[in-house]
T-cell receptor, first 116, second 110 residues
Framework: KAGVTQTPRYLIKTRGQQVTLSCSPI?????VSWYQQTPGQGLQFLFE???????NKGNFPGRFSGRQFSNSRSEMNVSTLELGDSALYLC???????????????FGPGTRLTVT | DQQVKQNSPSLSVQEGRISILNCDYT??????FLWYKKYPAEGPTFLIS?????DKNEDGRFTVFLNKSAKHLSLHIVPSQPGDSAVYFC?????????FGQGTRLTINP
C-alpha cells in the first residue's frame, strides 16, 4: 500500500507570492490533516478535512487555506507569503473519523517551504 | 498556549541503556496520547499510544507510562539502540484535534 505522498518536496518562494502544496493520502483514508513544523515549535495543527469538508482548524491566519477533493486528495494554499512561513509542511491521513483520534495518523515526508 | 510540552529539547543516552523521554500536558480533557518518531527528511511515524483509562502500555522495547494526576507521560526505550536516534514527539488527543509537543532529539551513543 502506497504511503502518503506530498508534492513538491522542496519549494522556494519570495515574500508576497502564494503557494499551493498537494497531498495524496493513503488509499481508503478519508481524513487529511495539515501541520506546520518549525524549529522549537513542534507540529502546529493547521486544519483537517474529512469528506471534502473542513472539520477542524488551528490558530493560523486566513492566508492559510485548504481544500479536499472527492478522491480525498488535499491541497493547502498560503497567500501573501511572509518570511515566517518558512517551515516544513506535513500532511497526515487517517482512516477513521478523527473524533478523539483513537488511531494513529500516517504522515507524508513533508514539503520544505523557504520564503526569501 | 502550549498545551503539550516536552521540556527537554535533546537527550543523549549510551547504547544499551534506558532512554526516558518526558511530556507534560495541561488540558485535562485530553483522553488519548501518542508518541511519534521522526527521522530527518521523513514524516513522523507512529510509535505507541495509550488511552487515559490506562497507566501503562508496552510494545516490545517501548513502554509508555501515563500519570493523569500529574498530567505527565513518559516513553521508555529499553535497551536503546543506535537506530533509535531521532526526534520524538508526544501528542495528545482531544476535541477532534491532535496537539503535538515541540519534540525531543534523542541521540544514542555507541
Amino acid at each position: 500500500k502506497a504511503g502518503v505522498t506530498q508534492t513538491p518536496r522542496y519549494l522556494i518562494k519570495t515574500r508576497g507570492q502564494q503557494v499551493t502544496l498537494s497531498c495524496s493520502p493513503i488509499s481508503g483514508h478519508r481524513s487529511v490533516s495539515w501541520y506546520q513544523q518549525t524549529p522549537g515549535q513542534g507540529l502546529q495543527f493547521l486544519f483537517e478535512y474529512f469528506s471534502e469538508t473542513q472539520r477542524n482548524k488551528g490558530n493560523f491566519p486566513g492566508r492559510f487555506s485548504g481544500r479536499q477533493f472527492s478522491n480525498s486528495r488535499s491541497e493547502m494554499n498560503v497567500s501573501t507569503l511572509e518570511l515566517g512561513d518558512s517551515a516544513l509542511y506535513l500532511c497526515a491521513s487517517s482512516f477513521y473519523r478523527t473524533s478523539g483520534v483513537r488511531h494513529e495518523q500516517y504522515f507524508g515526508p513533508g514539503t520544505r517551504l523557504t520564503v526569501t | 498556549d502550549q498545551q503539550v510540552k516536552q521540556n527537554s529539547p535533546s537527550l543523549s543516552v549510551q547504547e544499551g541503556r534506558i532512554s526516558i523521554l518526558n511530556c507534560d500536558y495541561t488540558n485535562s480533557m485530553f483522553d488519548y496520547f501518542l508518541w511519534y518518531k521522526k527521522y530527518p527528511a521523513e514524516g513522523p511515524t507512529f510509535l505507541i499510544s495509550i488511552s487515559s483509562i490506562k497507566d501503562k502500555n508496552e510494545d516490545g522495547r517501548f513502554t509508555v507510562f501515563l500519570n493523569k494526576s500529574a498530567k505527565h507521560l513518559s516513553l521508555h526505550i529499553v535497551p536503546s539502540q543506535p537506530g533509535d536516534s531521532a526526534v520524538y514527539f508526544c501528542a495528545a488527543s482531544g476535541a477532534q484535534k491532535l496537539v503535538f509537543g515541540q519534540g525531543t532529539r534523542l541521540t544514542i551513543n555507541p
